[in-house]
């Protein structure tokens, strides 16, 4: 229950502060694209403030989540955001659900769970050597900046999709640096994080993802960026919680076999729930 009620708080809390946030956004002027002066123009926006509250909260929960499980367990709990980013924007729109909805969220809480009880994710002890973390971080951090090279020369709708993936690749390396920070807290005490690298890296790849799916949330609708955000943060996340931590997963045949189709329900899941017309409300331009 440490890890379960945490990791489904911080996904309601950061559902419904994305939805709160996109809804100011797509107001904001074209010219803060990718510039943290669009923070700046955001911050005197009430709305776009409460969803910042709301997703601050969802992050102080996914770091009670993190420092009790298993990055590799978290990450699939936190994906379920989109349900209550759907259920928000549902109430907003008043539009059904309709089969694709119900079943978007039927395949998602679905995969969550045959990932979870499939893998059984369990925490290996050990961190892997300095030359597979850096060659980790390297991988997801460049792959982040080549998606972020790309949108410059795409259309809106694909532009908000390469920069939520790219945002997505780097929350999960987030929450994989977040729980990194939790073990040394827990052995050392807090201070000793001041004298680690490992902090300031959290607090860089947030603000650098916070950029990047804002200039995603102004650029198209909400459906545009956050199935692409959610399906790339679990996905990175989980590959560095394996590859970097050493997090373990059951790796029998049979249970491989259940995660990789609970990993493709999770994405698909999303992707439905992510195009849902109710997750695209309108709102005015004002540009």
Known sequence: MTVFLPGIGAACCLGVGFVLQQRQ???????????????????????WLAGIAAMIVGM????IALANGEVSLVEPLTATNLLFAMALSRWLTGRPLGWSGWGGALLLALGVTGFIVAG????????????????????????????VALARHLRPTLVATV?????????GLQDTLTRISSRLAGGQGIAVLFAHWQPYAVVCLGVTGLVLVQSAFETAPLRSSLPALTAAQPLAGIACGVGIIGDRLRLTPGALAVQAAALVAIVIGIVLIGRHPCVTPKVAQGR
Do not use: K
């Not at 102080?60 to 770091?63: A, E, G, Y």
């Open 163 to 171: 920069l939520a993936c790219a945002a997505g690749l780097l929350y």
């Open 120 to 147: 059984q994710p369990s925490e290996g002890g050990h961190l892997a050597g300095s030359l597979r973390r850096w060659v980790l971080f390297g991988v997801v951090i460049g792959l982040a900046g080549l998606l």
């Open 25 to 47: 956004a797509r107001r904001a002027p074209l010219s803060g694209f990718l510039f943290f002066r669009l923070l700046l123009g955001l911050m005197r926006c009430p709305q």
């Open 60 to 63: 102080v929960l996914s770091v």
